[in-house]
């Protein structure tokens, strides 16, 4: 008779996302996730198959996650409630080191097709919510949602540059200059 699980599948791959978020895919080792998770390495490779299998199930388990908060988070229109959707997605990190590891990881979602399947998944979810959201601006919403998303990514690269701020302050300040430039009447 199998013993019954002490922890459960979705703790362990939360146990993965932390060891992600701290190591990159290179350091990313099953005897690192069973640390974590308090759990011995033989039962990982029992639950999920092998690391890649982990990885998968991991990332799409926080898919899951963020489509459960966007789907809770108000549905007004407006830059406050778009600039909030991208606040999901910025942690509040101090370390650029920290943010250095993330796009070791995003490389392997470039990458990686089964990877790169869940990171489009998840862009379009934000892109669908951002665009269900917005005010009215001199361009689609859809063409909006996807230079928003830009205006994100850069915000991350240049605070892990200059570090002015926290990052999560310092994402906001950027999307709402872009509201701004966006919304300024037309000369």
């Known amino acids: 008779m199998p013993r019954p699980r002490r922890i459960s599948d979705e703790d362990v791959l939360a146990g993965a996302l932390r060891v992600m978020f701290r190591k ?6 099953l ?5 974590e998770a308090g759990i011995a390495p033989p039962t990982l490779v029992q639950r999920f198959g092998d690391k ?3 990885i998968l199930r991991a990332l799409a388990q926080d898919n899951g996650e963020f489509a459960s908060a966007v789907a809770e988070a108000p549905r007004t229109r407006g830059r406050a409630s778009v600039i909030a959707l991208f606040g999901l997605l910025t942690p509040d ?3 650029p080191d920290v943010l250095a590891t993330g796009l070791l990881w995003l490389r392997e979602d470039f990458r990686d097709p089964a990877l ?28 909006a949602a996807r230079l928003l998303e830009a ?10 540059f200059f ?3 926290s ?3 310092f994402v906001a300040d950027s999307l709402e200059a872009w509201f701004d430039l966006a919304e300024a009447p037309r000369r």
């Open 24 to 29: 990159g895919p290179a350091e990313f080792t």
């Open 116 to 143: 790169n399947a869940l990171a489009r998944e998840r862009w379009r979810m934000l892109r669908e919510a951002v665009a269900e959201r917005l005010p009215p601006l001199p361009v689609s919403p859809e063409l």
């Open 52 to 54: 890649r299998g982990l």
């Open 93 to 95: 990190i101090q370390d």
């Open 163 to 165: 570090r002015e701020g």
């Open 151 to 160: 205006q994100w990514q850069g915000a991350f690269n240049q605070w892990g």
């Open 31 to 35: 005897a690192a996730v069973a640390a």
């Open 167 to 169: 990052l999560p302050n």
